[in-house]
């Protein structure tokens, strides 16, 4: 089978290998137990798919977040009528979760991990202001956050709760960003400052001063790397 002939399994949402290698996996366990691991690939093998899951420090499949069932069942939904939404606007089919392996282009993937991060260790009653407050971001602020948290903290199991990946849960789950102005961008101005100075200094699990926001264009997302 050549690439140009290869099939995207069924129900994925929006991956495509001829248009890009890079993506998401969120493997989701039979039953109603068990966590749901998502991993990042930069590879696609024609026979294999997106290879093995990485949990140690290999780029290609590393995990970037593990998501309890309860808090991942009260997200799936939301997140996928939200996707399908933007996958029918690209012109693509919507997708739809399924036990095993879920494929997600690469945007999508960024921000669903950041959304993920923001809830793995947040109280389960803080997701829906989680959600509100994830909706109201564009999809630029979000690619910012996931590539500025990944580069820090972006490993799913030794950095969670550290740096940016603590502010990344305080700033969504706590700072209300859905009654802004439209016009206003709302990454806010500490993950900014963070980014120009030195990193995050992991402190006991306490709650973290978040500015309101900022009224300066976000910048571009750091290119991918397919």
Do not use: C
């Amino acid at each position: 089978m050549t690439k140009k002939q290869l099939a995207v399994p069924a129900g994925s949402f929006g991956f495509d290998p001829r248009e890009s290698t890079h993506h998401f996996v969120a493997q989701i366990p039979r039953g109603a137990a068990g966590n749901i691991d998502i991993s990042e690939h930069f590879s696609w093998d024609e026979e294999n798919g997106s290879g093995d899951v990485s949990y140690g420090s290999r780029a290609d499949g590393q995990i970037r977040v593990v998501l309890p069932r309860l808090k991942w069942d009260m997200i799936a939904d939301p997140v996928r009528a939200h996707f399908a939404l933007r996958l029918r606007h690209m012109g693509l089919r919507s997708g739809a979760w399924h036990a095993g392996q879920n494929l997600l282009r690469r945007e999508l993937g960024k921000e669903l991990v950041l959304l993920a991060w923001a809830i793995e260790d947040a109280d389960p009653a803080l997701i829906p202001t989680a959600l509100a407050n994830w909706s109201g971001l564009s999809p630029e602020e979000r690619w910012w956050l996931y590539t500025q948290t990944a580069a820090a903290t972006g490993h799913g199991l030794a950095d969670r709760g550290r740096g940016w990946r603590k502010a990344v849960r305080y700033a969504i789950t706590e700072n209300p960003v859905t009654s802004r102005p439209i016009d206003e961008a709302v990454v806010p101005a500490y993950f900014r400052l963070a980014s120009a100075g030195p990193m995050f200094i992991d402190t006991p699990d306490e709650p973290i001063a978040m500015d309101s926001g900022f009224s300066e264009e976000v910048e571009d997302p750091a290119p991918s790397v397919d």
